[in-house]
């Protein structure tokens, strides 16, 4: 009788969740069971006077937005730990980060941030929603057990240009999508909106206020 060898199974990977301000990641306890993705098409309509039926006229595409229930529980523990420190990280990403600052008004926002699963799922986003589900107590009332659901909102796509000629070009271009400014497009690229100004003048824009969606803007390295 042969015996079969032995396999190894792949290892699971873990879904985590990254801070893009401050690089901090949170990584799953249990990866999600589901998640939904979700994307609305403005269409409105255009009544016409003795007609049964209006016009439809597209407005646009928004962004995706994906939702996920994350299960946190600290029962094994032998100290009881409370579970929200578990997800601390996670519940930051929805709080205005103050090191974070429009360059044009000096107002914060929360930080972007990315969900990640293996190969699969990578997406960029701002959190919109986070709600927190307690099922689990000690006697004195401290939660052990959370079911946190996060709404994802996508943020803008970027994209590479295609066979470049020389070291010299733009590495990166991106097109503008409607209600993204200037200052905004340089933390996604750069980390800091204080590098408006680099773009403005690597694309020769005289009202850097005036982006239109559907404008292209070459996007190059920071020189020292």
Avoid at 5 to 30: D, G, M, W, Y
Wanted: contains cysteine; aromatic residues 10%; glycine residues 6%.
């Amino acid at each position: 009788m042969r015996i079969p060898r032995f396999q190894r199974q792949p290892s699971v990977k873990k879904a985590k969740i990254i801070n893009l301000s401050t690089k901090k990641e949170l990584v799953c306890h249990f990866n999600p069971d589901h998640f939904e993705i979700g994307q609305s098409l403005n269409w409105s309509e255009d009544r016409t006077i003795g007609s049964d039926t209006p016009k439809l006229i597209f407005g646009g595409g928004q962004a995706q937005d994906m939702t996920i229930t994350f299960l946190f529980d600290t029962t094994g523990y032998n100290g009881r730990r409370d579970v929200r420190s578990e997800y601390k990280v996670l519940t930051q990403m929805a709080k205005v980060d103050s090191k974070k600052k429009n360059a044009k008004t000096g107002l914060s926002e929360p930080p972007m941030c990315r969900f990640q699963w293996g190969k699969f799922l990578t997406f960029d986003a701002v959190i919109t929603n986070l709600k927190q589900k307690f099922t689990f107590f000690t006697a004195d009332g401290t939660p052990l057990r959370a079911e946190v659901t996060v709404t994802f909102k996508q943020v803008g796509k970027k994209l590479k240009p295609q066979n470049p000629t020389s070291r010299s070009e733009a590495r990166k271009v991106w097109v503008v999508e409607e209600a993204q400014t200037l200052d905004w497009i340089a933390y996604q690229e750069y980390g800091d909106s204080a590098h408006w100004r680099h773009i403005a003048e690597t694309n020769n824009l005289d009202d850097p206020e005036q982006l239109q969606p559907g404008q292209i803007l070459k996007l190059t390295p920071l020189t020292d």
